[in-house]
């Protein structure tokens, strides 16, 4: 004999934190529901969908007054509906949504229901229907990626290491690792950070660069981190703003361009600029910063894609290849004027960095190298390991460059020294050794 037990649960739709009231100033912008019991309810389960960005709040109590438990959760209207359910843990709940903006919602649509048996695990599961976990976990904003085990069970780990940028440490600018140029009455002043300013010329530009790029490697993210303050208004027409890692040719960086914050990238001198409107991150569509508040921004770039960061929420993503001509960049910021817009506008940038995701060093290579010659071992950013001197004859001078002239990395007579030399020095621009004498015979190890 078989036997059955058929369980109905009683699913209520709790009419106290159910609405369909749009959202604007009267309410300000906020729905607030009432407490209502959550005895013999195991799961809370919430609905929205509305067209604007808000933040829900998930709250429960235990006597119907303090709301000592609370839930947040980001709404993306660009993203479409939502839902989520969690366990019911205290003696009353309800829910509150706050839009983050002021404008009115043209529909509104919010169901809260009281489950009696409910299992709130995540709504999406694994392939093979185990349960995800995120590689960070706040803001959500790297859901898609994955920790890569290899075949021998060894679990890959990048350390942070520190390519170019420094602090802004006290009043005397560093020439070794930054650089100005500035126009008209555009200047930079150190104090603590970089303060740049266009003065009251109009048309006035100040722009501020580290001296060395940093080098990618494939296999290994860069990210370009830095914190920035826009100062006094930051609504300016005629005024760019901007901050990133690019040069003239080739990069990316986000601007403050008049009214509108924008993200780009720059391609062999042509800028790809996505306005706000147009975000896809967990901010929705728009963000805007407000003057005197301090920003955080990431900027973080592969071979198929650009990540740009606020405030370590996710704001836009860029997908597909050939962003840029080249991957390895100085860090640039800037403030300019134009269009004859003579206002003395300030942007302050309190430190910059770039970081590999990845080892420093990469497996290194050599080049024997004999007699007089021109040699160029390598174009672009790289690593100069040692010099061995096979011989007491000759010189050598080593350029940070593509050709043999511009910036010297050493200059060593080979009849005064045998043996190896060790450098480890990095370079921004190439590697290009010019050897005189016919007797001259050197090894040079570099990456």
């Known amino acids: 004999m078989s036997y059955f037990k058929h369980i109905k649960q009683d699913v209520v739709l709790d009419t106290n934190n159910t609405s369909?009231?749009?959202?604007?100033?009267?309410n300000s912008y906020t729905f607030t529901g009432t407490a209502s019991s959550t005895l013999g309810?195991?799961?809370?389960?919430?609905?929205?969908?509305?067209?604007?960005?808000?933040?829900?709040?998930?709250?429960?109590?235990?006597?119907?007054?303090?709301?000592?438990?609370?839930?947040?959760?980001?709404?993306?209207?660009?993203?479409?509906?939502?839902?989520?359910t969690v366990q019911a843990?205290?003696?009353?709940?309800?829910?509150?949504?706050v839009l983050t903006g002021t404008t009115d919602t043209t529909y509104f649509r919010l169901s809260g229901v009281l489950c009696p048996i409910a299992t709130p695990l995540p709504s999406s599961l694994s392939e093979d229907a185990r349960l995800k976990t995120e590689t960070t976990i706040t803001d959500r904003?790297?859901?898609?990626?994955?920790?890569?085990?290899?075949?021998?069970?060894?679990?890959?780990?990048?350390?942070?290491?520190?390519?170019?940028?420094?602090?802004?440490?006290?009043?005397?600018?560093?020439?070794?690792?930054?650089?100005?140029?500035?126009?008209?009455?555009?200047?930079g002043t150190k104090g603590g950070e970089i303060k740049l300013a266009t003065g009251t010329d109009a048309a006035s530009t100040s722009q501020y660069n580290t001296v060395r790029k940093a080098r990618f490697v494939v296999g290994s993210a860069l990210n370009l981190v830095a914190a920035f303050k826009f100062n006094d208004t930051v609504t300016e027409a005629d005024n760019i703003r901007r901050i990133?890692?690019?040069?003239?040719?080739?990069?990316?960086?986000?601007?403050?361009?008049?009214?509108?914050?924008n993200v780009a990238s720059r391609k062999s001198t042509v800028d790809t600029v996505i306005?706000?409107?147009?975000?896809?991150?967990?901010?929705?569509?728009?963000w805007a910063p407000n003057a005197d508040q301090y920003y955080k921004v990431d900027i973080?770039?592969?071979p198929i894609a650009t990540s740009f960061y606020i405030n370590n929420k996710?704001?836009?993503?860029?997908?597909?290849?050939?962003?840029s001509d080249s991957l390895s960049h100085p860090i640039r910021f800037e403030n300019n004027n134009y269009n004859t817009n003579a206002t003395d506008v300030a942007f302050d940038v309190y430190a910059a960095a770039i970081m590999r995701f990845g080892e420093l060093d990469t497996n290194a290579t050599y080049k024997y190298i004999a007699g007089a010659s021109t040699t160029v071992l390598k174009i672009g950013p790289g690593g100069l390991h040692a010099v061995i001197n096979n011989d007491n004859s000759g010189s050598v001078i080593i350029y940070d460059n593509t050709a043999g002239s511009g910036t010297i990395i050493a200059s060593i007579d080979l009849a005064k020294v045998l043996g190896t030399l060790s450098f480890n020095a990095p370079f921004s621009n190439g590697l290009t050794v010019v050897t005189t004498g016919d007797g001259a015979k050197i090894t040079v190890t570099y990456e």
């Not at 290899?150 to 930054?178: K, Q």
């Not at 306005?275 to 728009?286: A, D, K, L, P």
Request: charged share 15%.
């Open 314 to 323: 996710l704001l836009h993503t860029k997908l597909g290849g050939h962003q």
């Open 89 to 97: 843990t205290q003696t009353y709940w309800r829910v509150r949504v």
């Open 141 to 187: 904003e790297n859901t898609g990626r994955h920790v890569w085990v290899s075949s021998t069970n060894t679990l890959g780990i990048n350390t942070a290491v520190r390519l170019v940028g420094t602090t802004f440490d006290g009043t005397t600018e560093d020439y070794n690792f930054w650089s100005g140029v500035y126009t008209g009455t555009g200047s």
């Open 244 to 261: 990133g890692a690019y040069d003239d040719d080739n990069g990316y960086y986000v601007e403050l361009s008049g009214t509108s914050f």
């Open 41 to 84: 309810v195991v799961g809370l389960q919430v609905g929205l969908k509305t067209d604007q960005n808000a933040t829900i709040y998930i709250e429960e109590s235990p006597d119907g007054t303090n709301w000592d438990i609370s839930y947040s959760f980001d709404y993306v209207a660009s993203k479409g509906g939502w839902g989520e």
């Open 300 to 302: 973080e770039w592969t």
């Open 20 to 26: 369909s009231t749009n959202l604007d100033a009267g």
């Open 275 to 286: 306005s706000g409107g147009e975000f896809n991150g967990v901010y929705g569509t728009t």
